[in-house]
């Protein structure tokens, strides 16, 4: 009788779920990418012919309070807030959040924009840390300045919420710039259909874009390679994954960065949560959630060209803080709203979203790791022929690159944002070298955000800003 040997079947089997979990991991990414490509080419032709000039003077836009929390932004905060108040809209106000800020932001902002404080009667419709004082300035009536006692970004959104003054607000990063007409293709939702609750914009990479009076005025690539790797992932990310999802009516993330919400509809769900990391994925899950409990229709989209610049980290100890507590937010987002997976009251979002996130985003880091380490450990201890292993790297090369690729191709014809065609072969480069490295280095940062997690580990970490590209004398 023949000695039963577990490696003979166990082997098998774990090559074949290795292989079989890349296949679906990839193949739902193709999926988004087909999905993407057709609605992004649908809605480039839709609004190629709107002139935004006449939007702006119509008497339909609707006003917009503009929350940017602010936490030792110093160095971006003057930028920031000029961007702001440059932008090409009828009627709106900038809210500056200072959330404890333990450098000079405040002062920066009290000394160039001549700010002043005023007596306000306060009402705490969600809960936030005490605001201390309000100002405004003297020179731009549209801004008003909270300085609050420190209470995460969350805390800071809820209190600009709070103080805003218009049925509409966008919420952004103190370090982001918004392009000029960003409000107006944002908003154009809201009125062409009455029951849009929220809408994200895209985010881009500023480093290395040249920036002037606190717009955009000439786009590049950054000159450190890892904020290029994170341009390539941005335009992934955005240009696929999120319109893909907004194709199939299952949107769960809008941005912190940038997104234009309801106001009344986020006060009815309770504000922010300040429990988490990942507050902006909550507040749009936890809106699903009680407004298909309640039987309301409505619409959560996301936009391919309403666009908000930000500063990326280019220090793989800020990104990896970065990476770590988004990963966090994730965990704890999915968590918390378990219940709706696989629940056929939530629709779309129940039935297809959360199963993905759950097994894509969530678990595809341990898995993913794990495929290295058994592929790896099997092959030198000659448990794995090198067909296999051959075919494990090519499939997890050759997907991850055409999807990287296919992004910067479909923003190149969509929007032309790169003026040298030597700009889009770097993107094109850097799609394909990131898979030697890079993405090993992202899948390790969020596998270490497990165990923090579990450490109960609720931080952001420090985040270093440079600030933004100044023109050259």
């Not at 000029?82 to 500056?96: A, D, G, N, Q, T």
């Not at 032309?416 to 700009?423: A, C, D, K, T």
């Not at 955000?449 to 931080?459: P, V």
């Given at each position: 009788?023949?000695?039963?040997?577990?490696?003979?079947?166990?082997?098998?089997?774990?090559?074949?779920?290795?292989?079989?979990?890349?296949?679906?991991?990839?193949?739902?990414?193709?999926?988004?990418?087909?999905?993407?490509?057709?609605?992004?080419?649908?809605?480039?032709?839709?609004?190629?012919?709107?002139?935004?000039?006449?939007?702006?003077?119509?008497?339909?836009?609707?006003?917009?309070?503009?929350?940017?929390?602010?936490?030792?932004?110093?160095?971006?905060?003057?930028?920031?807030?000029?961007?702001?108040?440059?932008?090409?809209?009828?009627?709106?106000?900038?809210?500056?959040?200072?959330?404890?800020?333990?450098?000079?932001?405040?002062?920066?902002?009290?000394?160039?924009?001549?700010?002043?404080?005023?007596?306000?009667?306060?009402?705490?419709?969600?809960?936030?840390?005490?605001?201390?004082?309000?100002?405004?300035?003297?020179?731009?009536?549209?801004?008003?300045?909270?300085?609050?006692?420190?209470?995460?970004?969350?805390?800071?959104?809820?209190?600009?919420?709070?103080?805003?003054?218009?049925?509409?607000?966008?919420?952004?990063?103190?370090?982001?710039?918004?392009?000029?007409?960003?409000?107006?293709?944002?908003?154009?939702?809201?009125?062409?259909?009455?029951?849009?609750?929220?809408?994200?914009?895209?985010?881009?990479?500023?480093?290395?874009?040249?920036?002037?009076?606190?717009?955009?005025?000439?786009?590049?690539?950054?000159?450190?390679?890892?904020?290029?790797?994170?341009?390539?992932?941005?335009?992934?990310?955005?240009?696929?994954?999120?319109?893909?999802?907004?194709?199939?009516g299952a949107l769960l993330i809008i941005s912190g960065a940038f997104g234009v919400f309801r106001r009344q509809v986020v006060l009815d769900v309770g504000g922010y949560r300040h429990d988490t990391v990942g507050?902006?994925?909550?507040?749009?899950?936890?809106?699903?959630?009680r407004l298909r409990d309640r039987k309301i229709r409505y619409r959560i989209v996301f936009l391919p060209d309403p666009v908000c610049w930000t500063e990326a980290p280019e220090t793989l100890r800020t990104l990896?803080?970065?990476?770590?507590?988004?990963?966090?937010?994730?965990?704890?987002?999915?968590?918390?709203?378990?219940?709706?997976?696989?629940?056929?009251?939530?629709?779309?979002?129940?039935?297809l979203a959360m199963p993905y996130f759950v097994l894509i985003e969530l678990l595809g880091p341990l898995i993913e790791l794990s495929g290295y380490l058994f592929v790896i450990v099997g092959f030198c201890l000659?448990?794995?022929?090198?067909?296999?292993?051959?075919?494990?790297?090519?499939?997890?090369?050759?997907?991850?690159?055409?999807?990287?690729?296919?992004?910067?191709?479909?923003?190149?014809?969509?929007?032309?944002?790169?003026?040298?065609?030597?700009?889009?072969?770097?993107?094109?480069?850097?799609?394909?070298?990131?898979?030697?490295?890079?993405?090993?280095?992202?899948?390790?940062?969020?596998?270490?955000?497990?165990?923090?997690?579990?450490?109960?580990?609720?931080?952001?970490?420090?985040?270093?800003?440079?600030?933004?590209?100044?023109?050259?004398?």
């Open positions: 009788m023949l000695a039963w040997d577990p490696g003979t079947l166990l082997l098998p089997v774990a090559e074949g779920f290795i292989l079989a979990y890349f296949l679906l991991l990839q193949g739902s990414y193709l999926i988004l990418l087909l999905i993407s490509y057709v609605s992004v080419l649908r809605y480039r032709h839709a609004v190629a012919c709107e002139h935004w000039r006449s939007i702006i003077q119509s008497p339909l836009t609707l006003p917009i309070s503009i929350i940017a929390p602010a936490y030792n932004e110093e160095r971006t905060i003057i930028e920031s807030v000029r961007s702001l108040l440059s932008l090409e809209y009828p009627e709106f106000e900038v809210i500056v959040v200072n959330d404890g800020s333990r450098d000079a932001t405040l002062l920066t902002l009290i000394e160039h924009f001549e700010l002043t404080p005023i007596p306000v009667t306060i009402e705490y419709a969600i809960p936030c840390r005490p605001i201390r004082h309000v100002y405004r300035s003297s020179k731009y009536p549209r801004l008003v300045v909270l300085d609050k006692e420190n209470g995460g970004k969350a805390d800071a959104l809820n209190a600009g919420i709070i103080m805003a003054s218009h049925s509409l607000f966008c919420a952004i990063d103190a370090d982001s710039l918004l392009e000029g007409n960003a409000l107006l293709r944002i908003t154009r939702l809201f009125l062409e259909q009455p029951d849009t609750v929220a809408v994200g914009g895209v985010i881009r990479i500023a480093n290395g874009c040249r920036v002037e009076r606190g717009q955009v005025t000439e786009v590049g690539l950054p000159g450190n390679p890892l904020a290029i790797f994170q341009s390539v992932e941005y335009l992934r990310a955005f240009l696929f994954g999120r319109v893909g999802w907004s194709a199939l507050e902006d994925f909550e507040l749009v899950v936890r809106m699903h959630r990896g803080r970065q990476r770590n507590r988004w990963q966090r937010g994730l965990i704890d987002t999915l968590k918390i709203h378990r219940r709706m997976c696989l629940n056929p009251r939530y629709g779309r979002i129940g039935l000659n448990l794995i022929n090198l067909p296999f292993l051959l075919l494990f790297l090519t499939l997890a090369i050759l997907i991850g690159t055409v999807l990287s690729v296919a992004s910067v191709v479909l923003d190149e014809i969509a929007y032309r944002w790169f003026p040298r065609l030597s700009q889009v072969l770097t993107l094109i480069v850097f799609g394909l070298a990131e898979h030697f490295g890079y993405r090993q280095l992202t899948v390790w940062w969020r596998v270490r955000a497990f165990l923090d997690y579990w450490r109960g580990n609720k931080s952001w970490g420090a985040m270093e800003r440079k600030g933004f590209t100044r023109p050259r004398a």
